[in-house]
């Protein structure tokens, strides 16, 4: 299931700070920009929500980190989750089996971000697209969500991400006015997150 946050500025920080594990507030107070903190707890208190709507775990999850900085849960290896921010909303996602998202603020599209990241095919749809931006935004959290579910992170090229896993990869993608958001799931695993 997917929860996203979209109220960051309305964050107690101090309440916040006391809700989450040692773990979450050690991480988020390493940031310096209190926007930033914020983000950062409202992921982790997503999460929170997540685990105990869907699992009924009440207490605070504490993470151990695979190869690249994937996230797990200490604990509960059978339950795969993934966070990500963007300047307007927080999203996280929780399942049964593995699974990645990323959620992007809209932004102006530019060309030469696109050659790097981008095929050729991709390149030419962006181009084509009557909204470049969403068009390049959709793609991106596509590979983002993707390399979050593998745990690879950005250790590959961005070029091949989507075109060498589209077999074993489905995608689900939401618009919203300021924000894309894209969660990749094996495609073994038919759940559809968004209801």
Known sequence: ???????????????????????????????????????????????????????????????????????????????????????????????????GIDIESLSRYKERVAARVMNDDEQRHIASSSEPSLAFMRLWTMKESLLKMTGEGITTDLRKVLSVNAEKCRFETMVYPNFVCSVCFSVAHKSNFFG
Request: aromatic share 10%; glycine share 8%.
């Open 1 to 99: 299931m997917i929860y996203i946050e979209t109220e960051i500025g309305q964050i107690d920080l101090g309440e916040a700070l006391g809700m989450v594990s040692e773990q979450r507030r050690q991480y988020a107070l390493s940031y310096s920009s209190e926007h930033d903190q914020r983000l950062s707890l409202a992921a982790y208190l997503l999460l929170q929500r997540a685990l105990k709507a869907e699992y009924g775990i009440i207490e605070q999850p504490i993470f151990s980190y695979g190869e690249h900085g994937k996230p797990m849960l200490v604990g509960h290896s059978d339950i795969f989750f993934s966070l990500s921010h963007c300047r307007d909303a927080v999203a996280c996602v929780i399942a049964s089996d593995p699974v």
